[in-house]
């Protein structure tokens, strides 16, 4: 029983991380006490002599294969990490959840709520705008969960136009006032009748405009390619596990004592890569002719730099913004300005070469 318990809670801990105390048959584990016994179980020099303390029964378990699921690894201690084989599963891009949805997500949920193609049409740029602008996620779960909320909104409007077209307009008709009516008045009635079955409203067409009635206001805001209209400013490419998005990267300079400020909740890595920036520019700001503003090439001699990296409440990580960290400093100390319609990711070094980055086409296709 305690075997089984362990592996479930291993499971779940390791898709956020975050166990707090757990209680089963009177006992408590919380994390601090649960590690040491995911180790013995993962490590396969120890795992097939495993003693389960509470039944005090040995179990061999070098024969079992365990599988987890985690969200991110950067929250699993490295010594826990390092006895799993890790297998990357990217998420679905833009393109394949919107195929998705028109394929699957939404038949589905029409037929759940007893809609039919001729009652509402869901298009295109309606789904694009829910997987962009309602939901961010590598999966699918909260798009179907939008579709489901539109549907649910598009049923109480039909059962609604259905309740208008039932409802009588006058009281009972005597069998007098029957008689009186021509036979070509009554057909004429019987046709009005049968045509309003359905509105004329319908379908209902979703569209882009209808999203923010059912909704609400958009949840995220996708960076949109502007024209760069001031020096300084470069378009970064990104890749996060929820598909891959551009990034603006604004610098800006001041009299100050040669500080270099990051802001933008960054990481170490992305840190290092300014300072690796800011270096390389400084060795080779003669060659560039790259002045500060008292046209020193001593970049940073009485002057601050500042770095920033939009959408501040977001982490940022990882070594491959340093080509546009050193294209936007160079446009910002040259007075050029970069091109606005292109975007750019790649590591650099202390010699100004850029690395080749891993393939990854969700960054490059969402872009």
Not at 143 to 162: F, N, P, T, Y
Not at 185 to 192: H, L, M, Q, R
């Amino acid at each position: 029983i305690f075997y089984l318990f362990a592996v479930c809670v291993f499971t779940a801990c390791c898709q956020c991380f975050i166990c707090p105390v757990l209680c089963t048959d009177g006992l408590c584990f919380n994390r601090i006490i649960m590690l040491p016994i995911y180790f013995q179980v993962l490590d396969p020099e120890q795992n097939h002599s495993f003693t389960d303390h509470y039944l005090n029964v040995p179990f061999d378990l070098s024969q079992v294969l365990f599988i987890a699921t985690a969200n991110t690894t950067a929250t699993i201690p490295p010594a826990l990490l390092d006895r799993m084989e890790l297998i990357q599963v990217p998420g679905y891009i833009q393109e394949e959840k919107m195929e998705i949805a028109h394929r699957h997500l939404i038949p589905k949920q029409l037929e759940l709520h007893g809609l039919t193609p001729r009652e509402i049409q869901i298009q295109h740029e309606a789904t694009e705008g829910i997987i962009s602008r309602y939901t961010r996620e590598a999966g699918v779960r909260s798009l179907e969960r939008k579709i489901g909320a539109i549907c649910r909104a598009v049923a109480v409007k039909v059962a609604e136009s259905q309740h208008k077209v039932t409802e009588p307009n006058c009281g009972p008709v005597s069998e007098k006032d029957k008689e009186s009516v021509p036979e070509e008045t009554k057909e004429e009635s019987i046709d009005d009748i049968t045509d309003l079955a359905l509105p004329p409203e319908m379908p209902i067409v979703i569209d882009r405009h209808a999203l923010k009635d059912i909704l609400g206001p958009p949840i995220y805001e996708m960076e949109v390619s502007q024209r760069l209209s001031q020096p300084g400013v470069a378009i970064g490419l990104a890749w996060t596990p929820l598909g891959g998005e551009i990034m603006f990267v604004e610098a800006s300079r001041m009299e100050g004592e040669g500080q270099l400020t990051l802001t933008g909740q960054l990481g170490d890595v992305m840190k290092e890569s300014a300072h690796l920036a800011i270096s390389w520019l400084r060795s080779n700001a003669k060659k560039y002719h790259l002045t500060n503003a008292a046209g020193s090439f001593d970049l940073l001699d009485n002057t601050d730099i500042h770095l920033h990296f939009p959408a501040g409440a977001v982490t940022k990580d990882g070594p491959s913004a340093g080509v546009t960290i050193v294209t936007c400093l160079a446009s910002l100390f040259s007075g050029h300005l970069v091109r606005s319609d292109v975007a750019m990711t790649g590591e650099i070094t202390l010699r100004g070469l850029v690395l080749p980055v891993s393939t990854r086409d969700s960054g490059v296709v969402k872009t």
